[in-house]
């Protein structure tokens, strides 16, 4: 992790559709709207939910790609979202901007076998703009606004801490 930023981790409430990022001593320091999947909460592979429990940042992609770059296989297109592109490709799962590749850390309840979040491809990802966010909506994975993406990905490394609740942000978090 960056020396400004020791010990930042994410915290993602389902009940409450945001996620919250954390200093050392528990404090947000930033908070998001965000979508998790319409399916609800799970852990199993093709199951559509959003997976439980503790995950850390497998991989970040897209630095410095511009905002609206659209992604297939954790790959940049060469394409950038617009409305007309929408329009030409209805049925896409839009993954934009940036990605930060979740992996779980709790074997048999959010890695490996059926229930591997990596395996899964559970992103925390851009969306589309016109996306409505506080509303559970995703395929599975956790969708952000692209300009809130962006910053938290500037804070974030690869190895932080994301943990994805069902419940609301813990008491300490409420401060």
């Known amino acids: 992790m960056s020396s400004d930023q020791p010990n ?9 559709q945001r996620l919250c990022l954390l200093n050392a001593a528990g404090e947000v320091v930033l908070s998001f709207p965000v979508s998790t999947a319409a399916n609800g909460p799970g852990e199993r592979k093709e199951s559509g939910c959003t997976p439980r429990g503790l995950h850390r940042i497998r991989a970040k992609i897209g630095a410095g790609a511009p905002v ?30 940036r990605i930060l590749w979740l992996c779980g850390q709790q074997p048999g309840f959010n890695r490996l076998g059926q229930v591997d979040s990596m395996q899964r491809y559970i992103y925390i990802h851009g969306t589309p703009d016109d996306q409505p966010m506080g509303v559970p909506c995703s395929h599975g994975c956790v969708r952000m606004r692209n300009a ?7 804070r974030v490394e690869a190895g932080t801490e994301v943990d994805i609740i069902e419940t609301g942000p813990a008491e300490s978090v409420r401060a």
Do not use: H, K, N
């Open 8 to 16: 930042m981790r994410i915290e993602i409430s389902i009940a409450e």
């Open 68 to 97: 609206g770059t659209v992604f297939v296989g954790r790959r940049a297109t060469g394409e950038i979202w617009t409305p007309e592109l929408a329009r030409q490709y209805p049925q896409r799962d839009w993954i934009l901007t």
């Open 148 to 154: 809130d993406l962006v910053v938290l990905f500037d």
